[in-house]
């Protein structure tokens, strides 16, 4: 009887065991399919890292060359490093440029997102007559290309009596980048708790002091995502800084640099490290508030 049992219960564990060798072999299918998507990713973003990375390489490497050696061997590492060429650089004109950049850029990003913070405050927490209308008013400014509105703008500096100055190209950046700044604020505004704002109110805070005292600090992310981006497009821009600056003091670096290239030759070692200077900013900015700019874009989308 024990091994007629035995034999039993031996048949009954066969099915199970046949069970739990089908459920392996779907969890080994599913983990090679999950590592197999995951080496595509990341050969994907390897790829994408080398498109982006290398261009920047080579413009460090000749950098550091002259302008027989960029010519004769461009894509192979110096044989002399001159660091003179930053230098050289740096003296023909760079520094003015790099300050009136810096001047141009901070300017435009304490104006926009002072500017886009007032305006999502009011659209979020002030109920007025029209106000989706103002939204989509602003909102429309996304649509209109700076090159289609060269000539009024043209027109409206003179008048304004701005035309080779500072603030020629801070309003015009400004004005540019308000739109794309407000939605990102706004958005971020409509996720933060109304029962802070009540309860300031009930202490006895007004509206401004609930705007610098509780929105201001709580979208510290946010506000950093519109610094990069903002800082990103008036650092770079290269058309508005031909057109409305002139005088050879005021110029950002992104037109200053031309003065390194001449009709009949160009020194482009030395123009090669006028480049890198000009991209260091930018990539500090980005290394230093990173993390802010991805929590920023994170947050800033969960609601329209």
Avoid at 39 to 59: E, K
Avoid at 195 to 221: C, Q, W
Avoid at 223 to 237: D, H, K, P, R
């Amino acid at each position: 009887m024990k091994l007629v049992e035995t034999q039993g219960d031996s048949l009954s564990q066969e099915p199970k065991l046949e069970k739990v060798t089908g459920l392996n072999v779907k969890v080994a299918k599913r983990k090679s399919g999950f590592s197999l998507t995951v080496g595509l990713i990341f050969l994907f973003l390897l790829l994408y890292f080398v498109a982006i990375a290398y261009p920047l390489f080579w413009m460090i490497i000749n950098s550091f060359k002259t302008t027989a050696a960029i010519f004769n061997d461009s894509w192979g590492l110096p044989k002399e490093w001159l660091f003179s060429n930053y230098t050289t650089a740096w003296e023909q004109g760079v520094s003015s440029y790099f300050m009136n950049s810096l001047i141009i850029t901070g300017g435009t990003c304490l104006l926009t997102v002072i500017v886009s913070a007032l305006c999502a405050y009011g659209l979020t927490r002030f109920h007025i007559k029209g106000g989706k209308l103002l939204l989509l008013f602003v909102s429309a400014g996304l649509m209109f290309s700076p090159q289609s509105s060269l000539i009024p703008l043209y027109e409206l500096i003179q008048k304004l009596g701005i035309f080779d100055t500072y603030w020629a190209l801070i309003l015009t950046f400004t004005a540019y980048r308000i739109p794309l700044t407000v939605l990102l604020i706004r958005s971020f505004f409509l996720s933060i708790p109304k029962e802070l704002e009540e309860s300031a109110y009930l202490d006895g805070a007004n509206s401004f002091k609930v705007f610098t005292h509780i929105f201001l600090p709580m979208s510290r992310p946010i506000m950093f995502t519109g610094v990069i981006l903002t800082a990103y497009y008036a650092w770079n821009e290269f058309l508005f800084s031909i057109l409305f600056i002139q005088t050879e003091s005021v110029k950002p670096i992104t037109s200053g640099l031309l003065v390194f290239k001449g009709a009949l030759s160009t020194n482009w070692g030395v123009l090669m490290a006028g480049l890198v200077i000009s991209a260091i900013p930018l990539i500090a900015i980005f290394l230093m508030m990173q993390k802010y700019f991805v929590r920023g874009l994170a947050e800033g989308s969960v609601k329209g």
